[in-house]
């Protein structure tokens, strides 16, 4: 008689609604959406199954005795669930499964991709105004507090991480000083420098600014900094009098 033999197609964890994710902030329970796991046994069949909490990150595995149960597992993409957890933050899990013939025999591991806890949010970083993307180059460009376009906006951040699970987007909205928003927030592609459109009249001669900055996680939060507030000035100086008393 062989033993089981198990094999699982490449999981993803469904964790916010239908997009894939790899780390999530709850800590209470892992639900993974399209679990398809292929079971084989020729001789005596699959008689039951068993599931481990896998922690990567201390190499320890929990039995998740609720999900066990006798026969095949239903193949065609069913969901998993395990609740009831403890889940720790900064911590990497995997749920695997062990299947059993009708002699006893158990085979190795089907396994699901790791999925990261992350609890907090993004760390804040800093977003400063330039007059052109080229200044973003530099390791700490200097901000500029005063501008002559009304038309575009240029600015890099710096210093925005998240160690858990990584930042995924980024997003930007520009305000009046006064609190009333110039533009719409809008998901932005670059990391570390960005030019954006401003519509017609959205800013003025001698009025200030600044640029709203949001990061978010893999695992869904968000952290929001802005940059120094920056004055429109579209007029060249006036002329003066030099003269010899």
Known sequence: VTGVQTCALPISAQLWGARTKGAQSATTFLEFNGFDIEIIDDETGVASMRYGLYDESRGVETALPALAHTGVPNLGHAP????GLSLVHGHAYRIRAYATNH???EGPACTTNAVTIDTTPPVEGRVIVLH???????AEPAPRL???SLLALRFAVRGWSDDESGLEDYYVSVYRADGWLITDESKVAARDRASLPVPVGGLRHNQAFYVRWRARN????STTGTSA????DET???VGVVGDF
């Open 229 to 232: 507030r920056v004055t429109i």
């Open 236 to 238: 060249p100086p006036l």
């Open 132 to 138: 052109s993307l080229d200044e973003a180059d530099a």
């Open 218 to 221: 893999v695992a869904g939060a």
């Open 146 to 148: 005063y501008q002559t």
């Open 103 to 105: 002699v006893g025999m």
């Open 80 to 83: 998993l669930t395990a609740r």
